[in-house]
C-alpha cells in the first residue's frame, strides 16, 4: 500500500493562510471519506475536516468551521486543506487520512486506514 503523501506545511504568522495538499495515489477511495487531522503539542490526534470522495458533503470540527476549507481534485487525485485566518493554536501537526465509510466517524482515527506521514504547520503570533 502506497502512502499518502501530504506537502504545503510550514510556518506562517497569525492571519495568515496556508494549503495542504494530499496526494492519493490511487481511485479506490470512492464512496469512502477523505479527512484531514491534526495534532498539537500535548494532545490527541483530531479530526478537524472530512468530505465524501467524488462530492461536496463536508463536515468540519468547530476550531476551524468557517476557516478551514476541504476540497478534491478528482483530475489530479489530490485533496486539500486551505486554512485561512490561522491562529497560534493552530499549531500542529496534519495529517491526512483516506477510506473512512460513514460521516458520523469522519471524525475517528480508527475509522481510516490509509494516513500520510504528516506535514507540520507553524503559526506565530
Known amino acids: 500500500q502506497v502512502p499518502l503523501v501530504e506537502s504545503g506545511g510550514g510556518s506562517v504568522q497569525a492571519g495568515g493562510s496556508l494549503t495542504l495538499s494530499c496526494a492519493l495515489h490511487?481511485?479506490?477511495?470512492?464512496?469512502?471519506?477523505l479527512g484531514w487531522f491534526r495534532e498539537r503539542p500535548g494532545q490527541e490526534r483530531e479530526g478537524i475536516a472530512s468530505?465524501?470522495?467524488?462530492?461536496?458533503?463536508?463536515r468540519y470540527a468547530n476550531s476551524v468551521k468557517g476557516r478551514f476549507i476541504i476540497s478534491q481534485d478528482a483530475a489530479k487525485d489530490t485533496l486539500y486543506l486551505q486554512m485561512n485566518s490561522l491562529k497560534p493554536e493552530d499549531t500542529a501537526m496534519y495529517y491526512c487520512?483516506?477510506?473512512?465509510?460513514?460521516?458520523?466517524?469522519?471524525?475517528?482515527?480508527?475509522?481510516?486506514?490509509?494516513w500520510g506521514q504528516g506535514t507540520q504547520v507553524t503559526v506565530s503570533s
Open positions: 487520512a483516506a477510506g473512512a465509510m460513514y460521516l458520523t466517524k469522519s471524525f475517528r482515527v480508527d475509522a481510516y486506514p490509509d
Open positions: 490511487g481511485d479506490s477511495y470512492h464512496s469512502r471519506y
Open positions: 468530505i465524501y470522495h467524488g462530492t461536496s458533503t463536508t
